[in-house]
């Protein structure tokens, strides 16, 4: 095994990364890599690509029957789909907030789209927190604890306008996990913006490698990938290796990387 590990590392290094990464290509490393960095990012380089290119249809069954790296690149294409041609409250509902049988990953496609249902109803004082606090902290699914948390972190920004402010979230035992994920997506930008207090790259390593806990982590994660964009293909492609040969860091550090370079393969399709 560390044999073939080694051996996918050279080839991974020795990627054509400016040219020749072709869709065909890309489908190929995230179906069979047998390093999982490699996987997400080729599925993660293939989403836009999906989202404009692929139908609903051909989404869904996607969602269904390709391999799991894929299965994720096609929901969050879908998610995009759905975003841009609108689905209807009612349809949303029946995928997140009635008892739902549909897979996770079409759950997670419905989440923007919701949001933005949300948000507008929000807006329009069609719903008021306590109507939010009813999705958000009840047993609903993840994804519609997560939409309804997203409206309430942004209609609520002035009370956790820093990182300080919003960390004692974490340590609520009764959040629900939409709830944390949403305060994890604010916790990101708090660690970036402003730049007066945003954390440094040294900084965001750290948290994402160390915290003990992992929404924190991700929210580390996210900002570092984000600081990691400005890197080329190349060098972040010579930065997993090593990490990738070791075995080194968390989840979510690796995903930082393995994010980045979807998104620097992304550009070149």
Do not use: C
Not at 1 to 24: F, Q, S
């Amino acid at each position: 095994m560390k044999r073939a590990v080694g051996l996918a590392l050279v080839l991974l290094i020795g990627l054509p990364v400016l040219a020749g990464m072709t869709v065909a290509e890309l489908e190929r490393r995230a179906a069979t890599s047998i390093l999982p960095e490699e996987r997400m990012a080729a599925a993660y380089a293939l989403v836009d690509y999906y989202a404009e290119n692929k139908t609903e249809a051909e989404l869904l069954a996607m969602i269904d029957e390709a391999p799991e790296t894929l299965q994720k690149a096609a929901s969050l294409a879908l998610g995009e789909l759905w975003l841009a041609e609108g689905k209807t409250e009612l349809q949303l509902v029946r995928l997140l907030v009635l008892p739902s049988d549909a897979p996770v990953l079409v759950k997670e496609a419905a989440v923007p789209a919701y949001f933005t249902l949300l948000m507008q109803k929000y807006i329009d004082k069609f719903i008021d927190g306590d109507d939010l606090a009813v999705l958000y902290k009840g047993d609903y699914s993840e994804q519609a604890q997560y939409a309804a948390a997203k409206v309430y972190f942004t209609a609520n920004r002035g009370k956790y306008d820093t990182a300080d402010k919003l960390l004692p979230v974490f340590e609520d035992e009764d959040a629900t996990p939409g709830f944390l994920r949403a305060a994890a997506d604010l916790l990101s930008g708090l660690y970036q913006f402003p730049p007066t207090l945003a954390l440094s790259m040294d900084q965001l390593k750290a948290i994402a490698l160390e915290d003990d806990n992992p929404y924190i982590r991700h929210a580390a994660a996210m900002a570092l990938s984000d600081k990691l964009r400005s890197q080329s293909a190349e060098a972040l492609i010579r930065a997993m290796g090593g990490f990738i040969a070791t075995g080194y860091g968390s989840a979510e550090y690796r995903w930082a990387y393995a994010y980045a370079l979807g998104a620097a393969w992304a550009k070149h399709l």
